[in-house]
């Protein structure tokens, strides 16, 4: 049975953006389904509050909703206190490892993050042994997409994490509407078409989420559907593919049940086979 996870985090990218925009991830969702390894579905979520970053990574990851967890902004640097997918994996003996914005170093490995000291990782003691780790919000999708491959292809992780900017940032600068946003998921949309055929042929089952969305003003934070609704794209074998209500919060403990991890996290059952 395939046991490893891919989770890929689109930051800030809007739910009707993605049905809309990404061709290629909606077109696996299209396919003939009968035995195909790459079968595909979309479900929609709604983001937990404030529908802000590293609230929602945290939330994520974690399955803890940011008023519980006391991640509650964007400027409270410190470890996170629960149980994280890194953590529970990387206990159970499992390889863990992350492409990701310098934030996720600082809640599950060392903060605050020193750049010389954190942004390449490779430390078994950790809870994510292996990370590259960015800290512009403009640092190239492409780029971090290479880092996750070369992770990927050197460590051979359980579970990957990876987690691209780009949205976010096209977001802050034109808004929801505008044709740079959209641009911007039919690029990331192609990029991910370069690998997730390969990802799957290692035996990898994925799941491409976003921790929110984004609105008008050029931000996001409040309670918007814009700002809270997003998308959550499934690929593999272990998923059921039947419709069901998913939960932000029951990311994690779906994570954890796909490594086959001991935890009491809370998931949805019935997006799994």
């Given at each position: ?201 290692d035996g990898y089952q994925v799941l491409i989420t976003s921790d929110h969305g984004m609105n008008n003003d050029r931000s996001h ?8 609704d997003v998308p959550l794209f499934v690929i593999g074998e272990r998923f059921s593919h039947q419709a069901c209500q998913v939960k ?26």
């Open positions: 049975m395939n046991n490893k996870v891919i989770l890929v985090v689109l930051d800030g990218l809007n739910y009707q953006v993605a049905r809309d925009c990404m061709g290629y991830l909606n077109g696996l969702v299209e396919q003939p389904h009968s035995q195909s390894a790459l079968r595909t579905t979309l479900y929609q979520l709604q983001s937990e509050l404030p529908s802000m970053s590293r609230p929602l990574y945290e939330c994520i990851l974690t399955g803890i909703r940011p008023i519980e967890s006391g991640i509650v902004n964007n400027a409270i640097v410190r470890l996170s206190k629960y149980d994280s997918v890194f953590s529970l994996a990387s206990a159970q003996g499992k390889v863990t490892a992350a492409a990701a914005y310098h934030w996720v170093s600082e809640l599950y490995n060392r903060a605050p993050f020193e750049p010389v000291r954190d942004r390449f990782t490779h430390d078994t003691s950790l809870n994510i042994q292996h990370g590259c780790f960015y800290h512009w919000d403009h640092y190239p999708d492409e780029a971090l997409l290479l880092d996750a491959e070369y992770l990927r292809r050197t460590f051979g992780p359980d579970f990957l994490l990876i987690h691209p900017m780009n949205m976010d940032d096209l977001g802050h600068k034109h808004g929801l509407d505008s044709h740079q946003y959209r641009n911007g998921a039919r690029h990331i949309d192609s990029l991910l078409s370069n690998y997730i055929e390969a990802w799957v042929a934070g409040g309670t918007l559907a814009e700002e809270r932000q919060t029951e990311l994690c403990g779906t994570v954890c049940q796909l490594l086959q991890l001991d935890h009491h996290k809370p998931f949805t059952q019935e997006l799994l086979a």
